[in-house]
């Protein structure tokens, strides 16, 4: 029977910051049964939107806030070849890592905002990892910012984040900067077992 543990209950009111990277580091060992008892449908949605709109399934793609890599497990499956991971989180990654579908992982620093440099990706996702309980709205920019030109960025936003304006807003203003165009907004589940949605949205760099 679904239920959820502890760390599920609470993660919505989870601070920012080191005390967010504490909660996932102390959540690692149970976060994939968690999960996984609570039907978690996110990842596939996510990668079967990427997969939708980009075609090369050899085309380097970056899954940001990767946790233990459920994400990078659902787009490995999806067909694509070239996944990289980030994360603030070294409990989580380490379970990533094991899970063997990434080229590369690094940590990120929880207060700073995805930056890749010069490295540019055809795919970013963002599965269950930016809004409540998660990475900040800023992160939909620099998302956004590590796009190649007509790469594709994925993005899931559960009800809890999806009661906070801020984070549509950040979509809603690179649309109407010119930035990006919007693929698709889809309604539909995340954990069913608890009775929670989220909507899946996908954008193209321009
Ligand atoms: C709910 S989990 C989702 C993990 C994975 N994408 C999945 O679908 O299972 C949220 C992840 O966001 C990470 N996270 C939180 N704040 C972050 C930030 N500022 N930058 C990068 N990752 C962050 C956490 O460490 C955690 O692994």
């Not at 990668?47 to 787009?75: E, K, Y």
């Not at 709205?137 to 559960?158: H, K, Y």
């Not at 690179?174 to 693929?183: F, L, N, P, Q, S």
Request: aromatic fraction near 8%.
């Amino acid at each position: 029977m679904a239920g959820t543990s502890a760390f599920l209950d609470k993660v919505y009111e989870a601070d920012g910051g080191e005390s967010m990277r504490r909660y996932y580091n102390d959540w690692a060992d149970i976060y994939d049964a968690d999960l996984r008892e609570n039907d978690y449908r996110t990842p596939a949605r996510c990668a079967a939107a990427l997969a939708r709109h980009l075609t090369d399934g050899d085309a380097p793609i970056l899954d940001f806030a990767c946790g233990t890599g459920l994400s990078g497990v659902a787009l490995k499956e999806a067909g694509f070849t070239t996944i990289d991971g980030t994360d603030i989180s070294e409990g989580m990654l380490e379970k990533a890592r094991a899970k063997g579908a990434y080229r590369e992982l690094f940590r990120a620093e929880p207060d700073t905002v995805l930056d890749t440099g010069d490295r540019q990706y055809m795919g970013v996702t963002a599965v269950g990892a930016i809004g409540a309980g998660a990475a900040p709205a800023g992160n939909i920019d620099g998302a956004i910012a590590s796009l190649a030109p007509g790469g594709v960025f994925v993005v899931s936003l559960n009800d809890h984040t999806l009661e906070d304006p801020q984070f549509e807003a950040r979509l809603n203003r690179a649309i109407a900067d010119g930035r990006v165009e919007k693929i698709m907004a889809e309604d539909g589940q995340h954990l069913p077992a608890i009775g929670l949605g989220a909507r899946v949205w996908a954008v193209r760099r321009l």
